[in-house]
């Protein structure tokens, strides 16, 4: 295993003393939703991520439907360097029903503690650094969800509290049991959703924010295709983003940003990285890819800057975000 060779600053997540390199890497890709896993490349893409200076991996029991997939991989590609980074993974959903995959929830305190455990023997680990709840589950009481991942905190096997697309309302509640130190929801030029009620409560309370699918699940980046040239695997032949009309919107956009980040010596998906990471240091994005040169690409972004004019400029190419939906209705988080 190589030596770090890393100018990844580290950012501050929360007021427990969570610390991660600026950006990390998202490891649900390597399993599910973009096309045929690819194993050797997806580990040599996470050690390539380590020796960069990328400390936080983010995983999840859903990214294995269930089965521990994601979280086995994880674990394998990190073994020799464990103790040198961070572990995130997430529980939240039922997988008693396949027909029901990645809609039904359970976080009942007694199925978290099963999925902790699962999850602890899956990364081959005695600890995980941030436990999140994938999804609210309006069946339990946020109080019982924040009261179990404290006791497992207590415990030893956790180290610190996540959510993840949970609202305003909720997030206070959690942390009124046990301080949240980050939450984890979609964030990007493509969505901004969070800017209106959650970044600012999570701000007032010191809470750490995780942006997932940062490059707008792929179409941020110079490899976009119409919906119909994607596998039927590939969740973007039915994401509402790619389909007829907002595929077109949102390429017009991509080309005006890539124009832009062009005339600045980057790509288009580094712009997209630095202006996340331009819009506060309690920002840690997590772009997924099975690529150690695409990797090697996003870790750099940390290193571009943005003026107040190019900051303004895109504001201007996207004001409200992408055109289309960026979750059907049955799955379509309900924040409160
Ligand atoms: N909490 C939640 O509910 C939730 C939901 C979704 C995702 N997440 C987390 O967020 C992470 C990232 O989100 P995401 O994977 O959905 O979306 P993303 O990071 O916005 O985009 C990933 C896609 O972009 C491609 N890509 C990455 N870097 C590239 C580059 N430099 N050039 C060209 N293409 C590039 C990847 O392809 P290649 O692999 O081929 O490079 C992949 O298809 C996930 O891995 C997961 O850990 C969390």
Redesign the pocket.
């Known amino acids: 295993m190589a030596q770090q060779t890393t100018n990844l600053p580290l950012r501050t997540l929360g007021s427990q003393g969570l610390r991660a390199g600026a950006i990390g890497?998202?490891?649900?890709?390597?399993t599910i939703?973009?096309?045929t896993p690819d194993d050797q490349s997806?580990i040599a893409?996470i050690r390539r991520a380590y020796e960069l200076g990328v400390t936080l991996f983010?995983?999840?029991e859903?990214?294995g439907l269930g089965t521990g997939s994601n979280e086995q991989l994880l674990g394998r590609a990190v073994k020799d360097f464990r103790d040198d980074i961070l572990l995130?993974t997430?529980f939240g959903y039922d997988f008693t029903d396949p027909a029901k995959f990645g809609i039904a929830l359970d976080s009942r305190p007694k199925h978290i503690r099963e999925v902790t455990e699962n999850s602890l023997r899956h990364l081959g680990t005695d600890h995980i650094d941030v436990l999140?709840q994938?999804?609210v589950d309006p069946n339990v009481p946020i109080e019982d969800v924040a009261g179990t991942v404290a006791e497992l905190i207590a415990e030893g096997k956790v180290r610190y509290f996540g959510l993840?697309?949970a609202g305003p309302g909720t997030i206070r509640r959690a942390h009124a049991v046990h301080p949240v130190s980050v939450l984890?929801?979609?964030y990007?030029v493509f969505e901004r959703g969070v800017e209106a009620d959650v970044l600012p409560v999570v701000r007032e309370l010191g809470i750490g924010f995780?942006?997932?699918?940062?490059?707008?699940?792929?179409?941020?980046?110079?490899?976009v295709k119409p919906a119909a040239e994607y596998p039927a695997d590939?969740?973007?032949s039915t994401d509402d983003r790619w389909q007829p009309r907002n595929y077109e919107k949102n390429l017009a956009a991509v080309r005006e940003l890539t124009a832009l980040a062009a005339g600045k010596d980057i790509?288009v998906?580094?712009l997209?990285l630095a202006w996340l990471l331009a819009q506060g240091d309690d920002i840690v994005?997590?772009?997924?890819?099975?690529?150690p040169?695409?990797?090697q690409?996003?870790v750099a972004a940390a290193q571009a800057t943005l003026t107040p004019q190019d900051l303004a400029r895109i504001g201007k190419i996207l004001p409200h975000g992408a055109a289309g939906s960026r979750y059907n209705e049955a799955i379509l988080?309900n924040w409160q």
């Open positions: 890497l998202g490891i649900m890709g390597m939703a973009y096309g997806s893409t983010d995983t999840a859903l990214y995130a997430k999140y994938h999804r993840s697309e984890q929801t979609e990007s995780v942006p997932y699918s940062p490059l707008g699940r792929g179409f941020l980046t110079d490899t590939d969740m973007r790509t998906t580094q997209a994005p997590i772009p997924g890819t099975r690529s040169q695409r990797l690409e996003n988080p």
